[in-house]
C-alpha cells in the first residue's frame, strides 16, 4: 500500500506510526518503573491499578481488560495471591466464575502508586476538545477494527489477544 501513498502522505504516516510506538513505549516505560518502585512486575501493577479502580472482576472480564489470555492472567494472579494481594473468590451465581479481589495489602499498595500511564495519558486526552476526542476515538476505533482484521487473516484469531 505505501507505494500508492505520495510522499507528503508517506511522511505523515510515518509520523503516525512514530506517535504510536512513542506512546506504547513511553506507557512501557513508565509502568515497568513504576512497578520496580512497588516491587512488582509491570503485569501485576496494571492489574492492581485496574481492581482499584473497577473493583472486584471476573478472571475473563480481568484478561480482556489487559489483553491477554486466561492462562497468563491466572499465573500473575497466582503469584498475587501468594503475595497476599488478591483473593480469589467463587461466584455464588455461576460456580465456573472465579472473581479477583484486592486483599487490604493490595489496596494499600495501589494507593502508594501515585499515577499509571492511563492517567497520564487521561490527562492529555481530556485536554482535546469535545470535537477533537470524537475525532480521535473514531480514527482510532477505524484502525483498530483494521488491525483486528489484519491480524484473524494473516495471523490467526488467537494472536490477536496477546500485546
Known amino acids: 500500500m505505501s507505494e500508492r501513498l505520495s510522499p507528503d502522505v508517506k511522511i505523515e504516516v510515518d509520523q ?11 506507557s512501557r516505560r513508565i509502568t515497568k518503573e513504576l512497578a520496580r518502585r512497588a516491587n512488582l512486575t509491570g503485569p501485576q501493577l ?5 481492581l482499584q479502580v473497577v473493583g472486584d472482576l471476573s478472571l475473563s472480564d480481568l484478561s480482556e481488560r489487559i489483553r ?25 451465581e455461576d460456580r465456573r466464575v472465579v ?4 486483599t487490604e495489602k ?3 499498595l495501589a494507593g502508594d502508586v501515585p499515577v499509571e500511564p ?4 487521561r490527562s492529555a486526552i481530556e485536554s482535546l476538545t469535545l470535537t477533537e476526542t470524537r475525532e480521535l476515538l473514531r ?12 491480524v484473524r487473516r494473516d495471523v490467526g484469531e488467537e494472536s490477536g489477544k496477546e500485546p
Not at 16 to 25: F, G, N, Q, R, S
Not at 68 to 92: A, H, W, Y
Not at 118 to 121: A, H
Request: hydrophobic letters at 45%.
Open 16 to 26: 503516525i506510526l512514530e506517535a504510536v510506538i512513542y506512546l506504547y513505549t513511553e
Open 46 to 50: 496494571t492489574v492492581v491499578k485496574i
Open 68 to 92: 491477554s489470555q486466561n492462562s497468563t492472567v491466572t499465573g500473575i494472579i497466582d503469584r498475587m495471591e501468594r503475595e497476599g494481594l488478591v483473593t480469589r473468590t467463587r461466584s455464588k
Open 99 to 102: 472473581h479477583i479481589r484486592l
Open 106 to 108: 493490595g489496596e494499600a
Open 118 to 121: 492511563m492517567l497520564i495519558f
Open 139 to 150: 480514527i482510532l476505533t477505524k484502525i483498530a477494527r483494521r488491525v483486528q482484521a489484519i
